[in-house]
């Protein structure tokens, strides 16, 4: 079974620290990585992409590809109390390539207390 | 900014009973989805479709559930004869590149 492992927190930050969220995967052949954000009773909104080893840098957000390890990891710089949210890594597990199967963990929960 | 559609926001329903979850994906996407998520836990896929066909499938979509995309913008999910455990939130999905751009969700209630 292909899965996606995370830890479901919640994960505690004061405002204005940084937020560090850490997510493995079992399928070695994944290429692309997700991070989504999901407030309590929304849909998943994409934050951020990756799809090779390193570092990938959007604003206050910083995603991060080891694929020898199987590990990816967000972090939130400067975190503010609207980063309270649910934070889903997502992997293409599409059995031909290309991204027709996208399984996602179960997501950790962030507080960012003011 | 396009967006992707679903109808109804909330549908309740007898075990046993058919339902159909509408959704009209962002019009230039060509694969849709579906996905779903029972409360607390994660997001489940479905099914991926394509070309007017099922390009991928989960073990949770069995011959009770069917997708259809009867004519050019709408994508429904059809579940024959519905149980207690389908009580979810079903989210449709449609993908540009790689991104996939999720809908607000169809809350169905089994009674």
């Known amino acids: 079974q292909k899965e996606v492992e995370q830890n479901s927190g919640p994960l505690s930050v004061p405002e204005g620290a940084i937020a560090s969220l850490n997510c493995t995967y079992s399928d070695r052949g994944s290429q692309s990585f997700f991070w989504y954000r999901q407030y309590s009773g929304k849909s998943p909104e994409l934050i951020m992409s990756?799809?090779?080893?390193g570092d990938k840098e959007d604003g206050r957000f910083t995603a991060q590809l080891n694929k020898a390890s199987q590990y990816v990891s967000l972090l939130i710089r400067d975190s503010q109390p609207s980063d309270s949210a649910t934070y889903l890594c997502?992997?293409?597990?599409?059995?031909?390539?290309?991204?027709?199967?996208?399984?996602f963990g179960t997501g950790t929960k962030l507080q960012v207390i003011p | 900014e396009p967006e992707v559609t679903q109808t109804p926001s909330h549908q309740v329903t007898q075990m046993g009973q058919e339902v159909i979850l509408r959704c009209v994906p962002i019009s230039n996407h060509l694969y849709f989805y579906w996905y779903r998520q029972i409360l607390g836990q994660k997001v489940e896929f479905l099914v991926s479709f394509y070309n007017n066909e099922i390009s991928e499938k989960s073990e949770i979509f069995d011959d009770q559930f069917s997708v259809e995309r009867p004519d050019g913008s709408n994508f429904t999910l059809k579940i024959r004869s519905t149980k207690l455990e389908d009580s979810a939130m079903y989210f449709c999905a449609s993908r540009s590149a790689e991104k996939l751009f999720f809908g607000s969700g169809t809350q169905l209630s089994v009674l």
């Open positions: 990756i799809y090779s080893n």
């Open positions: 997502a992997v293409n597990m599409g059995n031909s390539g290309g991204y027709q199967k996208v399984t």
